[in-house]
């Protein structure tokens, strides 16, 4: 028996999305000129079993999200709540549409760590969506599942993830539901710090300290050659094949792992790769924009 959540895949890139700005690489190119191919930023969309509506990140695509998310010949679904996992560029760039300017939204419940509430709170743009009450800032403590609305069918819950914090922490954040535990876990600087940060040796142990059934994990980069000019280092992410060599094949009682948040640079982004065939083969995927998961 479903519980009646469903939770939609928005967008599946890295900050940048795909085409990323200015970018003339190959992927970029063709993703220009052919809809279909362009990737938004990391989102997602939950409907509650009550019907409301709440996602996961805001993103600079926000209007094109909430075009795929909606049920084709309804009114566009408008978002009652925003969780956001950290205060990097592509992860907010969408907020000041829910101000003056755009759509004049009036106290849409916001949800942030409360070390990244007090950044975010700072910013005089955001300051000034709380003086007109167009979004209210909320501090949830880690480990702490919430409701984003009462009766809602479902919790959120953020837990720590070591990732580069010039502008404030980051989580993953763990969709709660009755039967299913979704894990949305877009950046992270390596492995092995998180798998330090929760004294585990290995990747699988990590999810089950949250009984995980299906995970959305950082997928950047295929592998450390790939953006020529640019020292990888200073932009740390496990690369997909980091992932592997960690998860082997997949087993009985795993999770489902879907990659996400992916560079343009990524070579799975072309679905006739060899690289997506890699991942395929053993038994992971790469998430697509549409997909609709059940909790
Ligand atoms: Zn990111
Ligand atoms: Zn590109
Ligand atoms: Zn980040």
């Known amino acids: 028996m479903t519980s009646g959540v469903s939770v939609t895949i928005l967008g599946t890139a890295q900050d940048g999305g795909i085409p990323q700005s200015g970018c003339s690489c190959r992927t970029c190119m063709e993703a220009h000129k052919d809809f279909k191919l362009r990737k938004y930023p990391v989102c997602l969309g939950v409907i509650g079993s009550d019907g409301s509506k709440h996602i996961i990140e805001i993103t600079k695509n926000l209007s094109e999200q909430l075009m795929i998310w909606t049920t084709i010949g ?3 679904f408008i978002p009652e709540t925003v969780s956001i996992s950290h205060l990097h560029l592509g992860h907010i760039e969408g907020i000041g549409q829910f101000g003056k300017p755009v759509m004049g939204l009036k106290k849409i419940d916001i949800f942030l760590s409360r070390e990244n509430k007090k950044n975010f709170d700072n910013r005089s743009d955001i300051r000034l969506m709380i003086e007109d009450d167009n979004i209210r800032t909320h501090a949830k403590e880690f ?4 409701e984003p609305k009462e009766g809602c069918g479902f919790s959120l819950q953020f837990i720590p993830i070591p990732h580069r914090s010039e502008l404030g922490d980051t989580s993953a954040i763990i969709i709660n539901g009755k039967e299913r535990n979704i894990l949305f876990m877009p950046d992270q600087d390596s492995w092995e710090k998180t798998l330090e940060y929760y004294s ?3 990747v699988r142990d990590f999810f089950r300290i949250f ?3 299906e995970a959305l994990i950082d997928g950047t ?3 450390m050659e790939e953006l020529p000019g640019r020292n990888i280092s200073e932009i ?6 980091d992932s592997l060599q960690l998860l082997g094949k997949k087993m009985e009682d795993d999770p489902e792992i879907s990659f996400l948040h992916l560079n343009h640079s990524n070579p799975v982004n072309d679905i006739n790769s060899k690289q997506r065939k890699i991942v395929e083969l053993n038994g992971w ?3 697509e924009m549409g997909n609709v998961l059940t909790l």
């Open 221 to 223: 980069f295929w592998s």
């Open 236 to 241: 740390p992410h496990p690369t997909i094949q």
């Open 74 to 76: 309804k009114e566009i």
């Open 211 to 213: 009984d995980i059934d």
């Open 285 to 287: 995927k790469i998430a």
């Open 143 to 146: 480990y702490q599942p919430f």
């Open 200 to 202: 585990k040796d290995n």
